[in-house]
């Protein structure tokens, strides 16, 4: 099939490159020129384990192009998908402008084109309930009766976006069409082979799907962070219980590690824009006005472990932080953790030596003081005075403790992902501070 990506992002790079992985050829269309430019250079724009060797590949089958010209993508393709950017409006809503703005676009390019060829566009962006029909009425607005609109949430966690997508526990359409779903089957067919469902629904359900979906995930981050806490006051680990819990097939072992707080593209914005429609359709979901609050709270968690630590002044204290991204194997540092701790500690008169194997180079944008930016893991630690560790990169799991100890002015760790044990820290003689679990003070550890 010929199929055109209208915004080549963490989505569209790899739903293009996925779909002309599997013999389409794909168009995908972008506005930023530095973006097409570099992509047109066969230079990749974003860190995804795994996408490098299929993006080189279609390309080189010229299967997968980019271009800025959307005339031509949207005339040669019988799908669009819109995978274009949903953020968060100033009320908590979803951010419809760029979608909208497609959508009229498209609209006025089939208006001017006389051929009225048959086209399913899809929206495979995180919108609201109603925005299928609000696009399928700005096309019908411009006469264009003849192209079937679909709901086609995406489920793909950066970091896993290739194997979420090449091999997706389900796929969601939603449409009124029986022909625009026997399409979208055809054309998912090879990602299902394993008899994962392709779910058929309303477009209103698909869209809510994904809310629902997304918001539950951030509430049982939010469950486990709050159990953490009570673990620490009860003396429990949080580790344990959370084995505990998830070896129970109701419960499931995913998504209950405590930390602090889930950050990324998805979550916050999802979160906020399903509290606001819930508030807007009269039925508020006030659990989830909790949720947000309580996670928003949680990113400052590692600081108040700091302040408490060293006596409510980090003033010309050298902090070191591993980990940038708001999650491990991606450079995404959109909503992380690290934004709100090391602004903070910035604005509390710390000095900032920061080390993530692959954000770095998205960080400037998001720091409002000056942060240093380390070669690697070990160099960060030289004359600090604490490790802080923010996100869990696999490399950081099991470092040379010697070297890192050494390298710190105090053998002093706050873990805000619990990578390491604490039994094995008290040995070792650091001052530990983790999540759910009891802190280890290194003069107690040393038996004094
Ligand atoms: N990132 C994820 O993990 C993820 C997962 C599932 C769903 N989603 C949803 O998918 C959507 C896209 O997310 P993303 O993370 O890929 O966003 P992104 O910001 O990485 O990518 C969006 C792209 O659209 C381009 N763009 C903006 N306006 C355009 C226009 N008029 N024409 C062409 N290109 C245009 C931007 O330049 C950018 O490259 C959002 O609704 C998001 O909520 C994201």
């Known amino acids: ?36 430019e570099k992509l047109n250079q066969a230079d990749l724009t974003i860190y995804e384990p795994g996408l490098e060797l299929l993006f080189y590949r279609n390309i080189a089958k010229k299967r997968l192009s980019f271009t800025d010209d959307l005339n031509t993508a949207v005339l040669s393709s019988e799908i669009i998908f819109l995978c274009l950017p949903t953020p968060q409006g100033e009320d908590g809503s979803a951010d419809l402008r760029y979608v909208f703005a497609a959508a009229k676009e498209i609209a006025a390019i089939l208006k001017k084109n006389e051929s009225r060829i048959y086209k399913i566009l899809v929206n495979k ?30 489920f793909l966690r950066e970091g896993f976006a290739l194997e979420d997508f090449m091999r997706p526990d389900r796929i969601v359409v939603g449409s009124e069409s029986k022909v625009a779903i ?75 590690f405590a930390g602090i707080g889930y950050g990324g593209s998805c979550f916050p914005k999802d979160v906020n824009a399903l509290i606001r429609t819930s508030i807007e359709m009269g039925s508020e979901m006030k659990i989830l006005t909790t949720v947000d609050k309580l996670n928003k709270e949680r990113k400052l968690l590692l600081v108040d472990r700091v302040m408490q630590h060293f006596d409510n002044n980090v003033k010309g204290k050298q902090l ?37 194997p692959v954000a770095m180079k998205n960080a400037g944008f998001y720091f409002k003081g000056s942060v240093q ?42 873990d805000g992902r619990n990578i390491f ?18 802190p280890i003070i290194a003069k107690m550890a040393q038996g004094l």
């Open 320 to 356: 070191t932080v591993w980990g940038l991204a708001f999650k491990p194997n991606t450079d995404d540092m959109r909503e992380a953790p690290s934004v709100v701790i090391l602004n903070r500690l910035l604005e509390l008169g710390a000095k900032v030596v920061a080390y993530d």
């Open 125 to 154: 962006s995180t919108v609201p309930v109603g925005t299928s029909s609000a696009v399928k009425s700005i096309l019908s607005k411009e006469g264009i009766t003849y192209v079937d609109v679909v709901s086609n949430p995406e």
């Open 182 to 256: 026997e399409k979208m089957k055809a054309l998912y067919e090879p990602f299902v082979r394993q008899g994962n469902p392709i779910i058929e629904m309303d477009p209103a359900s698909a869209e809510l799907t994904k809310y629902a979906s997304n918001a539950y995930l951030a509430m049982r981050i939010t469950y486990m962070n709050e159990m953490a806490s009570l673990c620490e006051k009860v003396g429990a680990n949080v580790d344990l219980v959370r084995i505990g819990m998830g070896t129970d097939n109701r419960i499931g072992k995913r998504f209950l």
């Open 1 to 36: 099939m010929n199929v055109a990506v209208i915004g080549t992002g963490y989505v569209g790079l790899v739903t293009g490159t996925c779909f002309a992985e599997t013999g389409n050829h794909v168009i995908c269309v972008d506005n930023d020129p530095a973006k097409l």
């Open 373 to 414: 930016y380390a070669d690697d893991e070990y160099a960060a630690l030289k004359g600090s005075d604490a490790l802080l560790v923010v996100t869990e990169w696999n490399e950081f799991r099991n470092p040379d403790f010697n070297l890192l100890k050494s390298n710190l002015k105090e053998p002093v760790v706050f």
């Open 421 to 438: 044990e604490p039994e094995k820290m008290k040995e070792l003689g650091f001052t530990y501070y983790s999540i759910g679990r009891k």
